[in-house]
């Protein structure tokens, strides 16, 4: 069985979607492994979005990410990875299909950040690092 690593970020804990992104996954048949809320600390947002952190609008997305609490969990199942990806629709909400968490509770962005519910990794790699560095282990 495959595992993988999300977030529920914080405007999806501030519009009390926690629930509903639940939901999505057990009605899907993944098995919730692990399930956590937490405040990010800047350290380890920076070593999860190490892609990123060198990017000019890094600090809109740490400020976005620190704006609240977030729910972080280990999601298991077949295809989990690929599947969970695709739950969640396109990074930004203005491209994400109805029928997606993202395509369902987002809209475009207005700000410098893209404001979109859910973090899911994005391959068997991602999934592996981003479980040990918030669950110090995999
Ligand atoms: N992000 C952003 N602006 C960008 C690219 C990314 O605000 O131009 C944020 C957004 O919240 C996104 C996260 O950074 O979900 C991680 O970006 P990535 O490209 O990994 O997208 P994801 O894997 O979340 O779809
Ligand atoms: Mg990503």
Request: one cysteine or more; aromatic letters at 8%.
């Amino acid at each position: 069985m495959e595992k993988t690593f999300f977030i529920i970020k914080p405007d999806g804990v501030r519009r009390a979607l926690i629930g509903q992104v639940i939901d999505r996954m057990e009605h899907r048949g993944f098995v919730i492994e692990n399930l956590l809320m937490c405040q990010v600390t800047k350290d380890l947002l920076a070593q999860h979005y190490e892609a990123l952190v060198d990017r000019p609008f890094y600090p809109s997305i740490e400020a976005y990410m620190m704006s609240g609490p977030v729910v972080i969990g280990v999601l298991t199942g077949a295809d989990v990875i690929q599947s969970w990806r695709k739950m969640m629709g396109a990074t930004n909400p203005t491209d994400a299909l109805p029928g997606t968490i993202r395509g369902d509770f987002a809209h475009g962005a207005e700000g410098a950040s893209i404001e979109n519910i859910v973090h899911g990794s994005d391959s068997p790699e991602s999934a592996a690092r981003e479980i040990a560095l918030w669950f110090g282990h995999d």
